[in-house]
């Protein structure tokens, strides 16, 4: 697990570079191509930041894209109900199967060897030496979302199959959020924008502020919660107490810094992304925290499950 953690602190340090460098010769491309070829750019851009944390993986992307492209125009020209439920069926169980192999294979293996030795069966649980694909339940549950929208007729199945690609890869959210909708973020994928100053001046600063809440709060934080979560039963109360509140505040500011990044540069590219965080800890109940912690997947569940 210590060679895992450091393995993964390395290849995030290697993002970070690799962002502060890829981004901005996207940026300047994206605004001296003509409009009708950045998709192609968006496209492009978004494959291969993709394959710069594991090329291989990008067969799983491009095979979820596939399947949900292919099912949502079967699902338009299809009449009878019967056929479009099995092709939502078949659809959804082909991009969940992904999910659930890479995400959940492992720890249900190791659970059903558990519950057997409740009953003194002896089994070695099944593991695979895999590594998570990243951003596998975004662009996952993204795609669900769109089929599900086109099976329920709330939108059209989009015809041209680069422009739904660009969609499902989009890179400034692929990796952590925000989930979006097709109906909100294809159509500014495929619409002309112009370049603002302000737009592009906002998008900077909340990129920096989203840095400074992941590399300087949570990632300080994280060197005390580390250390006294790895040995819990050495620690004072206080300790553990301090750790704790901490903790809340690490996650927070992890995750809500990648998301501040996402939609900083979605933002300077001149697409909206939606809001994902609304001051959660300041929240007077449980359901309305959840409802202000990641809004896009707490959405999402309500909508479509």
């Known amino acids: 697990q210590h060679i895992l953690d450091i393995y993964l602190l390395k290849k995030q340090s290697y993002l970070f570079t690799f962002f502060a460098i890829f981004l901005p010769i996207v940026f300047s491309i994206y605004w001296l191509l003509p409009h009708k070829y950045r998709w192609i750019l968006i496209l492009a851009a978004s494959y291969y930041f993709y394959m710069s944390w594991n090329a291989k993986y990008i067969v799983l992307i491009l095979f979820t894209t596939c399947v949900s492209y292919g099912a949502a125009r079967l699902l338009e020209n299809e009449k009878n109900l019967k056929k479009k439920k099995m092709i939502l069926g078949i659809s959804a169980f082909l991009c969940l199967l992904v999910l659930f192999f890479f995400k959940y294979f492992n720890f249900v293996s190791e659970s059903f060897t558990a519950f057997l030795e409740i009953f003194t069966i002896q089994l070695n649980p099944i593991t695979l030496k895999l590594f998570l694909p990243v951003g596998i ?24 199959f680069g422009y739904y690609a660009a969609f499902v890869s989009f890179f400034p959210q692929l990796v952590a959020g925000p ?26 600063k909340l990129m920096a502020w989203g840095l400074f809440k992941k590399m300087v709060i949570a990632d300080t934080l994280s060197k005390y919660v580390s250390a006294v979560y790895d040995a819990p039963q050495k620690m004072a109360g206080f300790s553990l107490i301090l750790a704790t509140f901490f903790f809340s505040f690490q996650i927070y500011c992890d995750f809500a810094g990648y998301t501040d990044i996402a939609i900083g540069c979605s933002e300077i590219m001149g697409i909206k992304l939606m809001q994902n965080f609304d001051r959660p800890y300041s929240a007077k109940s449980i359901k309305e925290f959840w409802a202000r912690w990641h809004i896009s997947l707490s959405s999402w569940f309500k909508d479509y499950i």
Do not use: C, W
């Open 137 to 160: 339940s975004f662009y996952t549950f993204q795609t669900l979302s769109y089929v599900i929208d086109v099976y329920r007729g709330k939108i059209p199945a989009e015809k041209h």
């Open 179 to 204: 989930i979006e909708r097709a109906a909100d973020l294809m159509p500014q994928i495929k619409e002309e924008h112009t370049f603002d100053y302000d737009n592009a001046a906002y998008g900077l």
